[in-house]
């Protein structure tokens, strides 16, 4: 339980809109979560446009804001909230962040900026790639990077005098390697090959036909061809290709280490362009494939960082990324530190064996 809000209650909206999955938090400037939905992906490249991803995450924002009543009875006296907040339509949310995947390049960002405020979730709004929540997850210090590595892979730093870096974040085309979606494929392209003796052998050939009920690798291949299996579904893969690494699979682990060496490049390339190699920088580490800690994947990780920046700060996100846009719309209204702690509270991510 918090103490009683001191000043005028402020409402705000945390949106992480997420390539697999999306959040919305509606929160209070006193840190207190008063609503929480989830639902599938809403990045605008895959989901069909911007129209498409904004009428989805506007139902999650609806749903959000519905469940409040709910939120706000388990948590404290709805009684003493009746009497300090209003109803949360658009004009009384004070503030929307939304840390959104697919906003990469300037004219994409910029459209999507134009669409969450012609939204009127909120009196104002802040709209920003989904890089950015996970860096504000991770830290509140100046000098820091972040890398995402989810179903894709992408990267942000920031130094002291704000400088921030950027990657256009466009998968094969601007040069990116990784994500559990690209994992997934790997893991049948090392199948495939071991199977019909173009590579070596592997594990991954009977692990991978195995996942989805299938006598061979090739066959797995040939169900994605025919539509019979979706693409989308070889991102399941990734776990599988972690497993039979962990086994001790030759193959795998290499493709292991090659993710790991890649989140490294990108850290690396993103903290020499703003001049960070010789400081004590906060590396901030989150996404799916990062966060269920793989030791190989993670000790890649960190041998390769100490090499080049041997004071970095490493941190494993395990906290949900919404909690990082919440944080931002908290830093902009002016909210206190213990705020800032009760939504860390509110919004802690439960592990799970």
Do not use: Y
Not at 59 to 68: D, K, N, S, T
Request: hydrophobic content about 50%.
């Amino acid at each position: 339980m918090t103490g009683p809000v001191t000043g005028p209650v402020r409402l705000l909206l945390a949106v992480d809109g997420g390539n697999s999955k999306t959040d919305v938090v509606l929160a209070d400037t006193g840190g207190r979560v008063l609503g929480r939905a989830s639902g599938g992906g809403t990045n605008h490249q895959t989901a069909g446009g911007i129209p498409a991803a904004m009428r989805r995450l506007d139902a999650l924002v609806h749903a959000a804001q519905a469940g409040r009543d709910q939120v706000e009875r388990a948590a404290r006296d709805p009684v003493e909230l009746a009497d300090r907040v209003e109803p949360s339509r658009g004009d009384q949310v004070e503030l929307v962040v939304a840390c959104l995947a697919g906003a990469d390049l300037p004219a994409e960002l910029a459209a999507l900026r134009a669409a969450v405020a012609a939204a009127g979730w909120a009196r104002r709004s802040i709209v920003d790639n989904d890089s950015l929540a996970l860096l504000r997850a991770g830290t509140a210090s100046p000098d820091a990077v972040a890398v995402v590595c989810g179903a894709g892979v992408n990267c942000i730093a920031r130094a002291a005098d704000g400088r921030m870096v950027r990657f256009p974040a466009l998968g094969e085309l601007t040069g990116d390697w990784g994500g559990g979606q690209h994992l997934g494929r790997l893991a049948l392209w090392h199948a495939v090959r071991a199977e019909d003796g173009r590579g070596p052998a592997t594990a991954l050939a009977t692990a991978v036909a195995g996942h989805f009920g299938q006598p061979s690798a090739s066959d797995v291949a040939v169900a994605v061809q025919l539509g019979t299996l979706s693409r989308r579904r070889l991102g399941e893969l990734s776990p599988v290709l972690f497993k039979v690494a962990r086994a001790g699979d030759d193959v795998a682990r290499r493709v292991v280490v090659r993710q790991g060496q890649e989140v490294v490049a990108f850290a690396i390339a993103a903290m020499r362009r703003i001049d960070l190699l010789g400081s004590e920088v906060d590396v901030v580490l989150g996404g799916g494939v990062l966060r269920a800690r793989d030791p190989l994947l993670l000790d890649t990780i960190d041998a390769g960082l100490r090499a080049v920046v041997p004071h970095a700060r490493i941190t494993v996100v395990t906290a949900p990324p919404v909690l990082g846009a919440a944080l931002l719309a908290l830093d902009a209204l002016g909210a206190t530190p213990d705020a800032h702690a009760t939504l860390r509270a509110g919004l802690a991510f439960k592990e799970t064996s």
